[in-house]
């Protein structure tokens, strides 16, 4: 009869000691998850002339610390200048892809140069390269590094 409680007692401490385990490795799971924010900085950037607009030109901007934070520029029509860009972003292990699409109807008979600002947290290496296109055009393709900028 002891040994039938001894035994039932082992298997619950087996099947606790399993429980617990896994509940672990979800939550370190769920520690890893990116997190990405991205929004249109307002207003027309009139600091680049639209002549000189050249997607590999010094508008592209990164800091990488914890947080990976990206500004970089992409061009449209001038009215409306605000809420008019969809970003979505896809991560393949040391890839990141961003695209950007313009929603907004096209208004006016102008294009303006606008600040795109990215957010990624959760990212566990230290250097990766960036692809960002621009209404299904490959406009930016830069190597971004904790390490060096």
Do not use: W
Request: include cysteine; proline fraction near 1%.
């Amino acid at each position: 009869m002891k040994i039938k409680y001894l035994s039932m007692f082992l298997f619950f401490i087996l099947i606790f000691l399993f429980v617990y385990s896994c509940s672990e490795n979800s939550l370190s799971d769920n520690n890893e998850e990116i997190n990405f924010k991205a929004h249109q900085i307002a207003g027309c950037n009139n600091s680049y002339s639209l002549e000189k607009i050249n997607f590999s030109d010094s508008c592209f901007n990164y800091t990488f610390d914890e947080t990976l934070k990206i500004d970089f520029c992409v061009y449209g029509n001038c009215c409306p200048d605000s809420n008019r860009f969809d970003v979505n972003y896809e991560l393949n292990s040391d890839t990141i892809y961003v695209t950007v699409t313009d929603t907004a109807a096209n208004l006016c008979r102008c294009l303006c140069n606008y600040k795109i600002h990215l957010e990624l947290t959760g990212l566990q290496k230290d250097q990766y390269v960036f692809y960002s296109n621009f209404n299904n055009i490959l406009v930016y393709n830069e190597i971004i590094s904790k390490l060096n900028k």
